[in-house]
């Protein structure tokens, strides 16, 4: 038996509204599903957990460098620092993950926001494991690129 069987959504229909809702809520932006490459080794990468008893899932949302500043400076409202970068793309893969929490909650399969990990480099693909279940969402925001990927298994009782 699959999460999927369990949600209102599919995991991928859960996963892709989680970025257009968080980014035109925070930073009045408004991506586009797009098929636009992942073209630049300069990436800034967060990654959330959701751990829970049934499930565990990871949430890895990627974006350049020069968006995450964009991001950034509409969020904090000005200039920023390369500190303020890492929490707000931490902040960004957390909203993101809630929502994709959320979805799991509904379906029964409640867990726990671990603390985002927030990387730079070059892009990065989730492995998925035997026993799990994987998607993968790109959207186009201002010319630049934005992935997001969702691995989620189900843990054996």
Do not use: Y
């Not at 009045?28 to 080794?41: I, Q, V, Y």
């Not at 049934?54 to 904090?76: D, G, K, P």
Request: with cysteine; hydrophobic share 45%.
């Amino acid at each position: 038996m699959t999460i999927s069987n369990h949600l209102s959504n599919d995991l991928n229909q859960t996963a892709a509204s989680a970025v257009p809702e968080v980014f035109s809520t925070q930073l009045k932006l408004f991506p586009e599903e797009s098929s636009l490459a992942m073209n630049s080794s300069a990436l800034h990468h967060s990654s959330v957990s959701i751990i829970g008893e049934r499930m565990e899932a990871s949430v890895l949302l990627q974006f350049s460098e020069v968006f995450a500043a964009r991001a950034t400076e509409l969020m904090i409202g000005g200039e920023c620092e390369e500190d303020d970068i890492k929490d707000v793309t931490g902040e960004l893969c957390n909203m993101v993950a809630g929502r994709v929490k959320a979805g799991l909650a509904a379906a029964g399969f409640v867990g726990t926001l671990a603390t985002p990990i927030v990387t730079s480099g070059p892009f990065i693909k989730l492995r998925q494991m035997a026993g799990s279940e994987f998607c993968e969402n790109n959207w186009s925001c201002e010319g630049h690129a934005i992935n997001l990927q969702v691995l989620l298994r189900i843990l054996r009782s």
